[in-house]
């Protein structure tokens, strides 16, 4: 990798300010729902240990506006991370201020620090200097260990770098970079990307650079309704995003473009709902479609079987009721059974994961991104403040 790496720095008796993604789920009664993104950070906090380092680990969590709000405070986070690394957390309940640098000053090999919610404070996402150099003064070195986050400007992700000499990533940020940049950099070929998912607008930059230099690239989910009103196709009551025809007709004329042939479409999004399997181009008025058809599922498998490297970004379909999970599902298997054959897979999006669990293959995949914003960033050719920030070795 081209960015100095944890591995690099000496950090035995050091304090390490290590920026994670904690940003896990929660139910109404504050219990973590899947705790994934905690366990991905593992790997970099045990080595830190392991080489005597202080880990001082910091992180976001929901959307809190800048205010102390409990119902996002980091508190079943640090429970649940003892009960992983089966030793003592102890939890400021702060991020900055004098009651935090004291307990900093205070670690000593074999401790763990965890702070308080960044977000509590609007500085952090407002990437405010004096918040940076606060959190900078509680230790000796900068990991980011934060993909999920790598594409924000915020203090704890970019603006805290600056103030050390060698601000280095951490295994999950380096297993991230390995991945996306091999899928995009020097992939085995054929290489496949299947691009899913409700809207066009979140992905039509990512689909426009991935054209430069994937074989073929299939869309599927919600977003191929705005596609094929592009092509003069009537959708009923599909979702389509109308602002966007213009730009999507400029992608149309691409060869390495696949739309599904056909859809499965329904008259009410609801489990048990009657559905039929029609062409794209039939789809009745009253109707909307939820999942790409039996045609367009051959397709698709057809590809995924001669490809060497994937890349799935979204669903094909509403995979959350099961009578319009088909798509997805069938999708998921083949990209698995690709795996298992030797293709390299990289799967990203809240959703894709979210599938893959629900159908229990996420274990068997290449690699699983965690930062589905990021992932879509990236490989829309963007500079991510949080990477570009790390030393180069």
Same mark, same amino acid.
């Given at each position: 990798?081209?960015? @100095?790496?944890?591995?690099?720095?000496?950090?035995?008796?050091?304090?390490?300010?290590?920026?994670?993604? &904690?940003?896990?789920? @929660?139910?109404?009664? =504050?219990?973590?729902?899947?705790?994934?993104? +905690?366990?991905? $950070?593992?790997?970099?906090? /045990?080595?830190?240990?392991?080489?005597?380092?202080? *880990?001082?680990?910091?992180?976001?969590?929901?959307?809190?506006?800048?205010?102390?709000?409990?119902?996002?405070?980091?508190?079943?986070?640090?429970?649940?991370?003892?009960?992983?690394?089966?030793?003592?957390?102890?939890?400021?309940?702060?991020?900055?201020?004098?009651?935090?640098?004291?307990?900093?000053? %205070?670690?000593? *090999?074999?401790?763990?620090?965890?702070?308080?919610?960044?977000?509590?404070?609007?500085?952090?996402?407002?990437?405010?200097?004096?918040?940076?150099?606060?959190?900078?003064?509680?230790?000796?070195?900068?990991?980011?260990?934060? &993909?999920?986050?790598?594409?924000?400007?915020?203090?704890?992700?970019?603006?805290?770098?600056?103030?050390?000499?060698? *601000?280095?990533?951490?295994?999950?940020?380096?297993?991230?970079?390995?991945?996306?940049? %091999?899928?995009?950099?020097?992939?085995?070929?054929? @290489?496949?990307?299947?691009?899913? %998912?409700?809207?066009?607008?979140?992905?039509?930059?990512?689909?426009?650079? =991935?054209?430069?230099?994937?074989?073929?690239?299939?869309?599927?989910?919600?977003?191929?309704?705005?596609?094929?009103?592009?092509?003069?196709?009537?959708?009923?009551?599909? =979702?389509?995003?109308?602002?966007?025809?213009?730009?999507?007709?400029?992608?149309?004329?691409?060869?390495?473009?696949?739309?599904?042939?056909?859809? @499965?479409?329904?008259?009410?999004?609801?489990?048990?709902?009657? /559905?039929?399997?029609?062409?794209?181009?039939?789809? *009745?008025?009253?109707?909307?479609?939820?999942?790409?058809?039996?045609?367009?599922?051959?397709?698709?498998?057809?590809?995924?079987?001669?490809?060497?490297?994937?890349?799935?970004? %979204?669903?094909?379909?509403? &995979?959350? +009721?099961?009578?319009?999970?088909?798509?997805?599902?069938?999708?998921?298997?083949?990209?698995?059974?690709?795996?298992?054959?030797?293709?390299?897979?990289?799967?990203?999006?809240?959703?894709?994961?979210?599938?893959?669990?629900?159908?229990?293959?996420?274990?068997?995949?290449?690699?699983?991104? /965690?930062?589905?914003?990021? $992932?879509?960033?990236?490989?829309?050719?963007?500079?991510?403040?949080?990477?570009?920030? =790390?030393?180069?070795?």
């Amino acid at each position: 990798m081209a960015k @100095l790496s944890v591995k690099d720095l000496d950090i035995k008796d050091k304090k390490i300010f290590l920026r994670v993604d &904690f940003n896990v789920p @929660l139910d109404e009664n =504050l219990n973590i729902t899947d705790d994934t993104r +905690i366990k991905a $950070s593992l790997p970099t906090i /045990t080595y830190i240990l392991e080489h005597g380092g202080i *880990p001082i680990i910091a992180s976001h969590l929901g959307r809190p506006k800048g205010k102390v709000d409990k119902r996002f405070s980091l508190t079943p986070v640090a429970y649940r991370l003892e009960e992983l690394l089966k030793r003592k957390v102890i939890f400021a309940k702060e991020c900055v201020g004098e009651e935090v640098k004291n307990m900093a000053q %205070g670690l000593k *090999p074999g401790d763990i620090l965890l702070l308080e919610n960044l977000r509590f404070h609007p500085e952090e996402e407002k990437n405010d200097p004096n918040f940076s150099k606060e959190l900078a003064s509680l230790a000796d070195f900068y990991v980011n260990d934060a &993909f999920g986050s790598a594409h924000r400007a915020h203090a704890s992700v970019e603006g805290v770098a600056h103030y050390f000499k060698d *601000p280095a990533a951490g295994f999950l940020m380096e297993k991230e970079l390995q991945y996306l940049e %091999g899928a995009l950099k020097n992939p085995k070929r054929p @290489l496949l990307a299947i691009i899913g %998912g409700a809207k066009v607008s979140t992905k039509i930059g990512v689909i426009k650079n =991935l054209l430069k230099f994937v074989d073929n690239l299939a869309i599927g989910g919600g977003m191929c309704f705005t596609f094929y009103k592009a092509k003069g196709y009537e959708v009923g009551k599909s =979702l389509c995003e109308n602002e966007l025809l213009d730009e999507v007709k400029g992608v149309l004329t691409d060869r390495k473009l696949y739309l599904p042939a056909d859809v @499965l479409i329904t008259k009410e999004i609801r489990p048990g709902s009657p /559905t039929q399997n029609v062409y794209a181009p039939t789809i *009745p008025i009253n109707y909307r479609g939820v999942d790409i058809g039996t045609k367009a599922i051959s397709d698709i498998l057809a590809l995924i079987q001669k490809a060497k490297t994937i890349f799935w970004n %979204g669903p094909m379909g509403i &995979f959350e +009721i099961g009578d319009f999970s088909i798509g997805t599902e069938k999708v998921a298997k083949a990209v698995v059974d690709a795996t298992s054959r030797g293709a390299i897979s990289v799967v990203g999006g809240g959703d894709t994961i979210a599938a893959l669990s629900k159908f229990k293959l996420l274990n068997n995949v290449s690699h699983a991104s /965690t930062g589905g914003g990021a $992932s879509l960033e990236y490989l829309e050719g963007v500079e991510l403040p949080g990477i570009k920030v =790390l030393k180069d070795k």
